[in-house]
């Protein structure tokens, strides 16, 4: 599976639009990018998933970027309880290969 | 969306027991699912692929005879960690996909085990 790169940590305001970025640079064709979180002492939580197309549900957006070697999860409108690790990841038919994410932090 | 549960949601045992841990998909039949362990301030690291019907898979290091894994019905998967020592320590969790869906991997909430 394609690594991914994710900043260690970011801060975002309640109420704004958290933007988390990834790169993966080293996508094959056939490989999804994946959004999961893990808020403290939890499961990891599925968030969203896309090929090269845009994508959007109830919880975010996700903006694949045209040669789809980055991409940006959009969390619209940020609320406490969106503070946890995001984890960015690529993957094929295998299972789901965590690195360490980023830590998001929503502050009042 | 679809539900895994796991059971005990956290155990204490003596050094040198054995401890079973459940994953069950509660609205969906799970093929292939998945052991994850998590250790403090770190991120999860597959264990092993467990699959209905057959021999789990384990991912290096892993030791095969230490953490049992069984997945006799197409909902239920359970580890058995042998002889727990404090080093085993750690979060377990499961996860699932659902059959005919590669897609997605559902976790379970996990499981916190101390092992004194």
């Known amino acids: 599976d394609a690594k991914t790169t994710q900043p260690p940590s970011m801060d975002c305001a309640e109420g704004r639009a958290a933007n988390l970025p990834c790169n993966h640079s080293t996508i094959s064709g056939n490989e999804y990018v994946y959004w999961y979180r893990q808020i403290h002492s939890q499961g990891p939580q599925y968030i969203i998933h896309g090929l090269k197309n845009n994508e959007t549900n109830e919880m975010a957006s996700l903006i694949i970027t045209e040669d789809r070697k980055s991409s940006t999860l959009i969390l619209p409108h940020a609320t406490l309880r969106d503070t946890a690790v995001y984890y960015c990841?690529?993957?094929?038919?295998?299972?789901?290969?965590f690195g360490k994410g980023t830590r998001l932090s929503v502050i009042a | 969306g679809a539900v895994v549960s796991q059971h005990p949601s956290r155990v204490i045992c003596k050094s040198g027991t054995s401890v079973k841990i459940e994953c069950r998909s509660l609205d969906f039949q799970a093929t292939t699912m998945f052991w994850y362990r998590q250790f403090p301030k770190q991120s999860l690291m597959l264990m092993a692929t467990s699959n209905e019907g057959s021999k789990a898979t384990y991912e290096q290091g892993v030791e095969k005879d230490k953490f049992l894994i069984n997945h006799a019905s197409l909902t239920l998967s359970t580890l058995t960690v042998t002889s727990a020592h404090p080093e085993d320590s750690s979060f377990y969790i499961c996860?699932?996909?659902?059959?005919?869906?590669?897609?997605?991997?559902?976790f379970g909430p996990g499981t916190r085990l101390l092992v004194l």
């Open positions: 990841i690529v993957k094929g038919w295998t299972p789901l290969v």
């Open positions: 996860s699932a996909n659902p059959s005919g869906d590669q897609e997605t991997q559902y």
